[in-house]
């Protein structure tokens, strides 16, 4: 297993406040242990394996609070010293890993982030990701999620990606502009 690294990325504003902080480091160091350990339940429990590979992937989504391209991330779980791993490699671990529904994708950016919370690759997620800070919060509301399924019953439509990007800044970094 490797080392997790939550502090190895350059954030400004790791400190977390009891009030108005900005949690996105924070909260997401906090799910690493139990997402992982749920990706490795779920993988025994439908027969499929979370080879090194694919363990690795994930665990250098979780030791970063924002989402991170195929090619960061090969660069971040190859060995030091040793070949930097193909990113056609990273594709097909992270491919696996978002179909069980561990890791979702951000089109608008290219990048993955982990999903500690067990949703499935075809369910509708909203995040809300901060143009500051990068921080990236995930949410969902039955409300939401009806009106998406309304809205594509209403055509007929079969959604295979559901996920809803909200630009814009964060509760922290709009206290830090006001200060
Ligand atoms: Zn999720
Ligand atoms: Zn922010
Ligand atoms: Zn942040």
């Known amino acids: 297993m490797t ?17 108005g902080g900005c949690r996105h480091a924070h909260d997401h160091a906090g799910q690493a242990e139990a997402g992982l350990a749920r990706a490795e339940a779920v993988c025994r429990e439908r027969g499929l394996r979370l ?4 363990r690795k992937t994930l665990e250098a989504l979780y030791a970063d609070h924002r989402p991170v391209g195929a090619y960061d991330l090969a660069d971040r779980i190859s060995p030091p ?9 990273i ?11 561990f890791v979702h994708r951000l089109s608008s950016r ?26 990236v919060d995930e949410d969902a509301s039955p409300a939401m999620r009806g009106a ?19 630009v814009g800044r964060c509760e922290h970094c709009r206290h830090a502009d006001a200060a």
């Open 3 to 19: 080392k997790m690294q939550p502090d190895a990325h350059d954030h400004s504003h790791e400190h977390v406040h009891a009030e």
């Open 51 to 54: 080879t090194p590979i694919r």
């Open 81 to 89: 010293g040793g070949r930097r791993l193909a990113p056609i490699s």
């Open 91 to 101: 594709y097909r671990a992270l491919d696996f890993l978002v179909e069980q529904g």
């Open 110 to 135: 290219n990048a993955f982030i982990a999903c500690p919370h067990g949703h499935g690759a075809d369910e509708a997620v909203a995040f809300l990701i901060c143009e500051v800070c990068g921080g």
């Open 148 to 166: 998406i399924r309304g809205m594509a019953q209403a055509r007929q439509f079969k959604p295979s990606y559901q996920v809803v990007e909200i």
